[in-house]
T-cell receptor, first 113, second 116 residues
Framework: AQSVTQLDSHVSVSEGTPVLLRCNYS??????LFWYVQHPNKGLQLLLK??????LVKGINGFEAEFKKSETSFHLTKPSAHMSDAAEYFC???????????FGTGTKLQVIP | EAQVTQNPRYLITVTGKKLTVTCSQN?????MSWYRQDPGLGLRQIYY???????DKGDVPEGYKVSRKEKRNFPLILESPSPNQTSLYFC???????????????FGPGTRLTVL
């Protein structure tokens, strides 16, 4: 089985300050982990993915995530928030042995000017 | 253009009236999936398909059916819709099945369904 927990349903930051969106996962196998972003009234776009090649993953728009196996975490970070980052972010886990894909419940990021 | 298309984009219907939401991808992807998105619950997987004629239940399959007769198409069927199926639905596809690399999903634009 597998599960994903996004620890914050809402995060609010000021423009230009760092962003941290937290995600913990549980998986019986080596997981594939993803972050997707959904802007208001839009579809979902892949930000980045981890598939065991490197623990620090760089994505689009300056976002990064670090896979920490000992902590079962895959937190998303960005050094400096931009107004255009305001969106909902989803952490996602999938595993080869399980075939399903599991989404977290999402974190809404608000960026204050 | 590589894409996943869904139709219709918006649908208002009444309880019990059968409906189908179509999904098509032009990327020769093996894995396809349907999700519903509800506030505070994220996206939940309804059904998935690992290839033609191979489908399986996701986490919330009750009240839904799917078929995969061709690799590119994966329609979602609601035989007797009920108000609790009012939701935003997304179709997605990936080149490979989970865990096999190139398993990131590409999403359709969504279908907003209201069942009265």
């Amino acid at each position: 089985a597998q599960s994903v927990t996004q620890l914050d349903s809402h995060v609010s930051v000021s423009e230009g300050t760092p962003v941290l969106l937290r995600c913990n996962y549980s998986s019986s196998y080596s997981p594939s982990l993803f972050w997707y972003v959904q802007h208001p009234n839009k579809g979902l776009q892949l930000l980045l993915k981890y598939t065991s090649a490197a623990t620090l993953v760089k994505g689009i728009n300056g976002f990064e995530a670090e896979f920490k196996k000992s902590e079962t975490s895959f937190h998303l970070t960005k050094p400096s928030a931009h107004m255009s980052d305001a969106a909902e972010y989803f952490c996602v886990v999938s595993t080869g042995g399980y075939q399903k894909v599991t989404f977290g419940t999402g974190t809404k990021l608000q960026v204050i000017p | 253009e590589a894409q996943v298309t869904q139709n219709p984009r918006y649908l208002i219907t009444v309880t019990g009236k059968k409906l189908t939401v179509t999904c098509s991808q032009n990327m020769n992807h093996e894995y396809m999936s349907w999700y519903r998105q509800d506030p505070g619950l994220g996206l939940r997987q309804i059904y998935y398909s690992m290839n033609v004629e191979v489908t399986d239940k996701g986490d919330v399959p009750e009240g839904y059916k799917v078929s995969r007769k061709e690799k590119r198409n994966f329609p979602l069927i609601l035989e007797s819709p009920s108000p609790n199926q009012t939701s935003l639905y997304f179709c997605a596809s990936s080149l490979n099945r989970p865990g096999q690399g190139y398993d990131e999903q590409f999403f359709g634009p969504g279908t907003r369904l209201t069942v009265l």
